[in-house]
């Protein structure tokens, strides 16, 4: 495996059970309602901030994405939201839904002696400012609870793309809930991006390492990548297969 976004990278640190069942047996796994609106919200952001006109960029989002029945106002509302917030960040963006792929450079580092095959970052960055003194990213959010951006690995993780792009040595991250309308900014330092990388890095480095184990020493597979009960069961897909387990009847 040597292609990772975060939200791979923070299923596997969520509960490595779960990454082995989506992406290594690659069960069927449908999308959510919360998942569906929030593809349909993005490709209507995308398709105003392209030239389309709302109702229109609204319509063919609902058209295009929504495998089910969604809330027409309740996306309309969002859309609007995110096209107030954008007269706060002053200059034209340059990268609209912007896809990057980079090299994760510093497993060598943090796995001596150990073969690992070569492993990159992919995402997607909402809106990119890049021509300006502190390049600035933002990111949509669609989420009902909204967080402060160091919440997670993923604005630092995608400011350290554009400070190598860009020669930064900082980057602003901001995060828009575009239910609630809230905003939150952080400047990302060098030291924080780098931090990001490495725990991308890190958490790619541990998967391909279970993985070339799964393949050569028949491990176990349920070991390797154990169960880690939480909150976050009650959404999972294949929780029920956990359950089946005597390991995990205890604690979950």
Same mark, same amino acid.
């Given at each position: 495996?040597?292609?990772?976004?975060?939200?791979?990278?923070?299923?596997?640190?969520?509960?490595?059970?779960?990454?082995?069942?989506?992406?290594?047996?690659?069960?069927?796994?449908?999308?959510?309602?919360?998942?569906?609106?929030?593809?349909?919200?993005?490709?209507?952001?995308?398709?105003?901030?392209?030239?389309?006109?709302?109702?229109?960029?609204?319509?063919?989002?609902?058209?295009?994405?929504?495998?089910?029945?969604?809330?027409?106002?309740?996306?309309?509302?969002?859309?609007?939201?995110?096209?107030?917030?954008?007269?706060?960040?002053?200059?034209?963006?340059?990268?609209?839904?912007?896809?990057?792929?980079?090299?994760?450079?510093?497993?060598?580092?943090?796995?001596?002696?150990?073969?690992?095959?070569?492993?990159?970052?992919?995402?997607?960055?909402?809106?990119?400012?890049?021509?300006?003194?502190?390049? %600035?990213? &933002?990111?949509?959010?669609? =989420?009902?609870?909204? /967080?402060?951006? !160091?919440?997670?690995?993923?604005? +630092? @993780?995608?400011?350290?793309?554009?400070?190598?792009?860009?020669?930064?040595?900082?980057?602003?991250?901001?995060?828009?809930?575009?239910?609630?309308?809230?905003?939150?900014?952080?400047?990302?330092?060098?030291?924080?991006?780098?931090?990001?990388?490495?725990?991308? %890095?890190? &958490?790619?480095?541990?998967? =391909?390492?279970?993985? /070339?184990?799964? !393949?050569?020493?028949?491990?176990? +597979? @349920?070991?390797?990548?154990?169960?880690?009960?939480?909150?976050?069961?009650?959404?999972?897909?294949?929780?029920?297969?956990?359950?089946?387990?005597?390991?995990?009847?205890?604690?979950?």
């Amino acid at each position: 495996m040597n292609t990772f976004s975060f939200s791979r990278l923070n299923l596997y640190q969520t509960c490595p059970r779960r990454f082995y069942y989506k992406y290594v047996l690659e069960l069927d796994d449908p999308p959510g309602e919360a998942a569906i609106l929030g593809k349909t919200v993005h490709k209507a952001i995308e398709l105003v901030l392209n030239g389309r006109s709302f109702d229109d960029a609204v319509l063919t989002a609902c058209m295009e994405e929504a495998e089910l029945m969604l809330d027409k106002q309740e996306i309309e509302r969002m859309v609007q939201t995110a096209m107030n917030t954008l007269p706060m960040f002053p200059g034209k963006p340059t990268g609209v839904e912007q896809y990057f792929l980079e090299k994760l450079t510093e497993q060598s580092e943090l796995f001596p002696g150990m073969v690992i095959p070569e492993t990159k970052i992919q995402g997607y960055i909402d809106l990119a400012y890049k021509n300006r003194t502190l390049p %600035a990213i &933002l990111d949509w959010k669609t =989420n009902r609870q909204p /967080y402060p951006v !160091n919440h997670t690995w993923q604005i +630092p @993780l995608y400011a350290s793309i554009i400070m190598e792009q860009e020669k930064a040595e900082a980057v602003e991250g901001v995060l828009v809930f575009l239910r609630t309308g809230q905003i939150f900014k952080q400047i990302i330092s060098k030291e924080m991006a780098k931090m990001a990388m490495g725990w991308a %890095a890190r &958490l790619a480095g541990e998967i =391909n390492i279970k993985l /070339y184990h799964l !393949n050569t020493d028949r491990a176990d +597979p @349920l070991a390797s990548f154990n169960s880690q009960p939480s909150t976050a069961c009650g959404h999972c897909p294949w929780s029920y297969l956990c359950l089946k387990t005597d390991e995990d009847k205890k604690v979950c």
